[in-house]
């Protein structure tokens, strides 16, 4: 008698279809410094819809106000 599976959650078919259907935004920013300076910074934002779904809320998206590049603070050495 082979063993048999049973999943209790949802499937990894499941996961994608939901985040097809309604859309995931990542946003983040990240900086990296040593003694008060700043070696490394990421700023990122990653979206993921399906076509439909991004089409569908396009025009709200285009409403949005811009944002420009986070700058690093100027700090005067003195």
Same mark, same amino acid.
């Given at each position: 008698? @082979?063993?048999?599976?049973?999943?209790?959650?949802?499937?990894? /078919?499941?996961?994608?279809? *939901?985040?097809?259907?309604?859309?995931?935004?990542?946003?983040?920013?990240? *900086?990296?410094?040593?003694?008060?300076?700043?070696?490394?910074?990421?700023?990122? *934002?990653?979206?993921?819809?399906?076509?439909?779904?991004?089409?569908?809320?396009?025009?709200?998206?285009?409403?949005? @106000?811009?944002?420009?590049?986070?700058?690093?603070?100027?700090?005067? /050495?003195?």
């Amino acid at each position: 008698m @082979p063993p048999q599976v049973v999943r209790t959650g949802p499937s990894h /078919v499941d996961v994608l279809d *939901r985040v097809l259907d309604k859309g995931i935004v990542i946003d983040a920013w990240v *900086r990296v410094s040593l003694v008060g300076i700043e070696l490394v910074t990421v700023d990122a *934002r990653v979206v993921v819809a399906s076509i439909a779904t991004y089409l569908e809320h396009s025009d709200a998206l285009a409403e949005l @106000p811009k944002q420009a590049p986070r700058q690093a603070a100027s700090h005067a /050495v003195t």
